[in-house]
């Protein structure tokens, strides 16, 4: 190594710069990887969820179904069901009296 000069063979070089950019390129992969977990994490914590005002429907008390079935009975039977029963007043609060913090943002926990 005469003056400090470095001659290596051509091979030699195109090794050397394939194991950089494979390491490179490895780094990438995984730095990306990282960025679009992170991203999706990100979207659904920041999520906001709408609230749609959507007709009262009576679930608890649909109406009365009256089929006969004339295939050797001699008539319908009709079995009377109790009404479910119904949660306190103070508990009972619609969608649109629930602020979107309420609704959106759970309470945090001081650390």
């Not at 090794?15 to 990282?34: E, R, S, W």
């Not at 609230?51 to 009576?58: T, Y």
Request: hydrophobic content about 35%.
């Amino acid at each position: 190594m005469p003056g400090g000069v470095l001659e290596w063979p051509f091979w030699t070089k195109l090794i050397m710069v394939a194991i950089g950019l494979t390491g490179g390129l490895i780094f990438m992969y995984v730095q990306c990887k990282v960025y679009l977990q992170l991203w999706r994490r990100l979207k659904a914590f920041n999520r906001i969820i709408t609230v749609q005002n959507c007709p009262e429907k009576d679930v608890h008390h649909p109406p009365p179904r009256h089929s006969t079935q004339t295939e050797g009975r001699q008539g319908t039977v009709e079995v009377p069901i109790s009404p479910a029963p119904s949660p306190a007043p103070e508990a009972q609060q619609s969608d649109s009296e629930m602020s979107v913090e309420d609704a959106v943002a759970p309470e945090q926990n001081p650390v």
